[in-house]
């Protein structure tokens, strides 16, 4: 998807130089109240962070174009209707399975999802999960060893663009899902614990076409289970 504002390289370090700092995102972007527009959240962590997994590039392309541009696609189709004094997430909601409200929805989902996806990693993740989270998954799965297995595959067999998710079903139940395009399990009743992109622009400048490889290494080496844990809890 294209961006309308050019990407500003230097404008994007500068305040990525702040990001260290931030150590939570909002789940939803935020609106300072009902009739201002929304944000693009800081991400929790630098542009270089996430090296050599996902590279500096790809992060401020990623961010500081794509996201950026569902922010502000959805500030300039909300005004005037409905929806505008909804939050980010009863907005995803109200426009879910309409296609008169497509292009809201698509926006709006996808500013969540990415938002999601940013706290879903961190610098030295992956590995293993902490206890509580580790036996829900061992009790659903299995074992860690099965999950990953089933999260790699499910994820990385998604045709197109979307998205791979582990989330809590509403019978409590730990499942691997993944949607396409701008669909989120939000519209579905199940709580997102994780999530990986799998959207091209995510990790092609990366890998080329090797989606299995950028999936694997998200996995193994970025995955943040103390925010899949916190989403468990309070899910």
Same mark, same amino acid.
């Given at each position: 998807?294209?961006?309308?504002?050019?990407?500003? @390289? @230097?404008?994007?370090?500068?305040?990525?130089?702040?990001?260290?700092?931030?150590?939570?995102?909002?789940?939803?972007? $935020?609106?300072?109240?009902?009739? %201002?527009?929304?944000?693009?959240?800081?991400?929790?962590?630098?542009?270089?962070?996430?090296?050599?997994?996902? $590279?500096?590039?790809?992060?401020?392309? +990623?961010?500081?174009?794509?996201?950026? =541009?569902?922010?502000?696609?959805?500030?300039?189709?909300?005004?005037?209707?409905?929806?505008?004094?909804?939050?980010? &997430? &009863? !907005?995803?909601?109200?426009?879910?399975?309409?296609?008169?409200?497509?292009?809201?929805?698509?926006?709006?989902?996808?500013?969540?999802?990415?938002?999601?996806?940013?706290?879903?990693?961190? %610098?030295?993740?992956?590995?293993?999960?902490?206890?509580?989270?580790?036996?829900? !998954?061992?009790?659903?799965?299995?074992?860690?060893? &099965?999950?990953?297995?089933?999260?790699?595959?499910?994820?990385?067999?998604?045709?197109?663009?979307?998205?791979?998710?582990?989330? @809590?079903?509403?019978?409590?139940?730990?499942?691997?899902?993944?949607?396409?395009?701008?669909?989120?399990?939000?519209?579905?009743?199940?709580?997102?614990?994780?999530?990986?992109? !799998?959207? &091209? +622009?995510?990790?092609?400048?990366?890998?080329?076409?090797?989606? %299995?490889?950028?999936?694997?290494?998200? !996995?193994? @080496?970025?995955?943040?289970?103390?925010?899949?844990?916190?989403?468990? %809890? =309070?899910?």
């Amino acid at each position: 998807m294209s961006d309308p504002c050019p990407f500003d @390289r @230097r404008r994007f370090l500068q305040s990525a130089s702040t990001l260290a700092l931030a150590t939570a995102l909002p789940l939803s972007t $935020s609106r300072g109240h009902a009739a %201002a527009p929304f944000t693009l959240p800081p991400l929790p962590y630098t542009d270089s962070a996430l090296d050599p997994v996902i $590279s500096a590039t790809t992060l401020g392309f +990623h961010y500081g174009k794509h996201h950026k =541009a569902y922010v502000d696609n959805l500030n300039k189709l909300v005004p005037g209707t409905p929806f505008a004094d909804l939050s980010l &997430e &009863e !907005i995803v909601r109200a426009t879910a399975g309409k296609p008169e409200q497509a292009a809201i929805f698509n926006n709006a989902a996808q500013t969540w999802n990415h938002t999601f996806y940013w706290r879903s990693m961190r %610098a030295g993740g992956g590995g293993k999960p902490p206890a509580a989270l580790a036996k829900a !998954i061992d009790e659903s799965f299995g074992s860690f060893d &099965e999950f990953r297995k089933q999260f790699a595959q499910v994820t990385t067999s998604q045709f197109g663009s979307g998205w791979g998710w582990l989330v @809590r079903d509403t019978g409590g139940k730990l499942k691997v899902v993944k949607t396409p395009a701008a669909e989120t399990p939000l519209t579905q009743g199940a709580t997102p614990l994780l999530t990986i992109d !799998i959207w &091209e +622009h995510a990790y092609y400048l990366d890998y080329q076409n090797r989606r %299995a490889d950028y999936v694997n290494a998200v !996995i193994d @080496r970025l995955l943040n289970w103390e925010f899949a844990a916190d989403n468990l %809890a =309070a899910g």
